[in-house]
C-alpha cells in the first residue's frame, strides 16, 4: 500500500491556440490537474496488480451509496484554544464547528458533473477519542487537538491517505479489502494543534480574530487531499499549497444553492476526472499533445529515455472569460502494461464543450512559488523500481527524472 502525507503550509512560458474537440479515451495516462496515483505491485499476480505498471488515480470506490464514511473528534485543543468561534457554550462550540466541516464537505459533493454527491458520505459521526486519526483503522477522520510528528515549522494542517497498490488489499482483518489499485483506503485531516502562535477561527468568528486563519479554507483544502487531490500550481485553486493569509479566505463562502462556490474551475475539472458522472454531456471535451524542449539537448541525461519537458505545468484559459478552466502537470504517458514514457504528454480532459468554445493553452516551468516537490509528494506514485521496491521486474521499471525548470518549449499537438 502507498502512504502519502500532504502538507498545508503557510502562506519562460510556450503558448498556442486550441479549438476544443471530443476524443475517445485512448490507453494513455497522464498525472492530471495534479492528482493522487498509485503504481500497481507488478511482483504480483495480475490480478492483484492490474496487470499493468501506468499510475493509477487514487480516489475512493463510489459504487455504493454512503461507504466513504466520515467522523471527526470533538476533542479541541484549550490551553491555548486554538479554534475561535461565535458561541462559546460548549454544545454551541461544537455544533459551530460542525457547520463548517459540512460546509467543506458539501463543496466537494456540490460539484455538477461529478458523481461525488452527498449521498456517497455516510454520516458525519463525533467522536471523543482525543487519537481518532489512525491510518490502520479504515475510518475517515478529522482530528483537531491530535499533535503527530508531521507538524514540523509552517505546517499548518496535513492529510494522511492511503491507497491501494493491489486489489484485495486489507489494512486490518476488520476492514473490508480493495477492489483496485489506487482505492484510497484511510484518509485523515489534521489540524496544528495547541500552537499559541497558531490560531483557526469559524466563518463568523473570523471579522474579530484578523489574526487567525479561516478553518473553512483549512478544512475546504484538507478535505480535497482526502479524496484524491495533490496540490495545484493554480493560485486561484482550493488545492494551491499555501493558506491564505490569516483573516482571508479562500474563493467564494459555499451556500445551499451553491455549496462548490468555493472551489475553482481547476478543482471542479481536477474532480470530474477523479469522479466522473457518466451522465454528463457538458463537461465531454479534451485538449491534449506534447510539450517538447525547443533544444532536445537540454533535457537531462539521467534516466535514459526522456524526450519531452517534465514537468510543466499546463494551463487551459477560457477565451471568452479570462478564466482558467483546468491546469495539468505535463511530463509523461503510459500504456499498459508500462512503464510510463517521459515524452512531454499531456491531456486535459473533462473540459466543457458548445459553441463557440475555444481556450488558449500555455505551459509553465514548476519553479516557484510551487515547485515539482509541492505536487510529486510520493515518487513512487509514478515511478517504482528495484532500488525502491526489492524483487520489482525490470521491464516495469522506472525513474523519476529530474525537473527541466527552466525551459524553452514548444507544443505539439494531439496524441
Not at 487514487?58 to 458561541?87: C, E, H, M, Y
Not at 461529478?114 to 481518532?132: F, N, V
Not at 468568528?205 to 473553512?216: G, I, K, V
Request: net charge negative; aromatic share 8%.
Amino acid at each position: 500500500m502507498t502512504v502519502t502525507t500532504f502538507r498545508r503550509l503557510r502562506a519562460g512560458f510556450a503558448v498556442v491556440i486550441a479549438w476544443i474537440f471530443l476524443l475517445q479515451m485512448i490507453a494513455i495516462s497522464t498525472g492530471a490537474y495534479a492528482l493522487g496515483s498509485a503504481v500497481g505491485d507488478m511482483r504480483q499476480a495480475a490480478a492483484r496488480s492490474g496487470g499493468t505498471s501506468c499510475p493509477q488515480l487514487t480516489r475512493f470506490d463510489v459504487s455504493t451509496p454512503g461507504t466513504i464514511n466520515r467522523q471527526w473528534s470533538i476533542s479541541l485543543g484549550t490551553n491555548p484554544v486554538t479554534i475561535l468561534t461565535v458561541d462559546q457554550t460548549t454544545a454551541g462550540q461544537l455544533t459551530e464547528i460542525e457547520n463548517v466541516l459540512q460546509q467543506s464537505l458539501g463543496a466537494w459533493t456540490g460539484v455538477p458533473g461529478s458523481a461525488l454527491k452527498p449521498s456517497t458520505l455516510g454520516t458525519l459521526r463525533r467522536t471523543s477519542s482525543p487519537t481518532a486519526c489512525s491510518s490502520s483503522d479504515g475510518l475517515n477522520s478529522i482530528c483537531l487537538n491530535q499533535n503527530d510528528a508531521a507538524f514540523t515549522i509552517g505546517v499548518l494542517a496535513f492529510t494522511r491517505v492511503v491507497s491501494a497498490d493491489t486489489a484485495g488489499e486489507q489494512l486490518s482483518a476488520s476492514t473490508p479489502p480493495s477492489s483496485f489499485v489506487g482505492q484510497i483506503l484511510d484518509a485523515d485531516v489534521l489540524l496544528r494543534p495547541a500552537d499559541a502562535l497558531t490560531k483557526f477561527a469559524t466563518p463568523g468568528a473570523l471579522a474579530a480574530n484578523p489574526n487567525a486563519y479561516d478553518l473553512e479554507s483549512i478544512l475546504t483544502h484538507e478535505l480535497g487531499h482526502s479524496f484524491g487531490f495533490s496540490h495545484s500550481a493554480v493560485w486561484r485553486a482550493m488545492m494551491f499549497p499555501f493558506a491564505p493569509a490569516p483573516g482571508q479566505f479562500t474563493g467564494t463562502r459555499p451556500g445551499s444553492a451553491t455549496p462548490d462556490a468555493a472551489l475553482s474551475d481547476d478543482d471542479r475539472t481536477g474532480l470530474r476526472v477523479l469522479y466522473p458522472d457518466a451522465t454528463d454531456t457538458t463537461h465531454v471535451g479534451t485538449i491534449q499533445g506534447r510539450i517538447l524542449a525547443a533544444n532536445p539537448m537540454s533535457l537531462p541525461l539521467s534516466p535514459p529515455g526522456v524526450t519531452g519537458i517534465f514537468p510543466a505545468q499546463v494551463v487551459a484559459v477560457d477565451n471568452a472569460t479570462g478564466a482558467v478552466v483546468a491546469a495539468t502537470i505535463a511530463g509523461w504517458s503510459c500504456s499498459n502494461p508500462g512503464p510510463l514514457q517521459f515524452d512531454g504528454f499531456y491531456s486535459l480532459s473533462r473540459l466543457p464543450v458548445g459553441a463557440p468554445q475555444s481556450y488558449q493553452v500555455y505551459a509553465e516551468p514548476l519553479d516557484g512559488p510551487v515547485t515539482l516537490g509541492d505536487v510529486v509528494f510520493n515518487p513512487t506514485g509514478i515511478c517504482r523500481n528495484a532500488e525502491t521496491d526489492p524483487g520489482w521486474p525490470t521491464q516495469f521499471a522506472c525513474t523519476l527524472p529530474g525537473s527541466a525548470a527552466p525551459f524553452a518549449a514548444r507544443f505539439r499537438p494531439g496524441p
